[in-house]
């Protein structure tokens, strides 16, 4: 077994230090080889380490300025340290250099939504969606962001897609629970789905607030 794969099985053990230092031989071994410079990164990045994470995917792109998955790992760091504009670039270039997977394509829309551009997401947060449909948790960031864009009926799509699928999804009843009370007179429905929201997950405390709010408003 050579040092990368050493490395790999060890990190997925929990087994840092033995990570680290199969890794660090992997890059010893081919220094001009950004796969070990990668794996150390994302092994300090686990840790951690940001300092040092960072150091080796800036060292794997220096190598590589195709290398995907070090612009994603560094994305990823930038993104944990909330440097969400930075962020949004490098998920941009992992795409361009070919990661058409729907992980890079829901962090770029996050880090742009996270920066102030909603709009500029929601592209990239359907490309995200139409890659894994499967996803809940895409499908309901989906479903969120339509509904912020005030595209009522896409929203309900996605938040109706997710309790088909899971119907004790707690977020997607709170959600599809707001949107009712927002968009729609459907006062009943919405009521339904917030009280669902605080019977499967009882500290979600602004679910019962809303319900609340509404039980208020009819009795005024």
Known sequence: ??????????LQEGNFEKAIEAFMKAAEEEPENPVGYINLGNVFASAGD???AERFF????????????????????????????????????AIRTGLDEADAYFMLAKSLKQSGSAKLALPYMQRAAELAPEDLEIRLAYGILLAEMELFKEA???FTFILQNDQEHADAHYNMGVLYAVSTDRKDDALHHLERAFTIEPEHTQARYIFDMIKLGDQS
Do not use: P, V, W
């Not at 800036?58 to 340290?81: C, M, V, W």
């Open 50 to 52: 940001t300092e040092r």
């Open 156 to 158: 309900d799509q996605e």
């Open 58 to 93: 800036q060292k794997a792109i220096t190598l590589d300025e195709k290398a995907g998955s070090a612009f994603y790992g560094l994305a990823n760091l930038y993104f944990s340290n909330e440097r969400y504009e930075e962020a949004a670039k490098l998920y941009e270039k």
């Open 1 to 10: 077994m050579e040092h990368n794969e050493i490395g790999i099985k060890a």
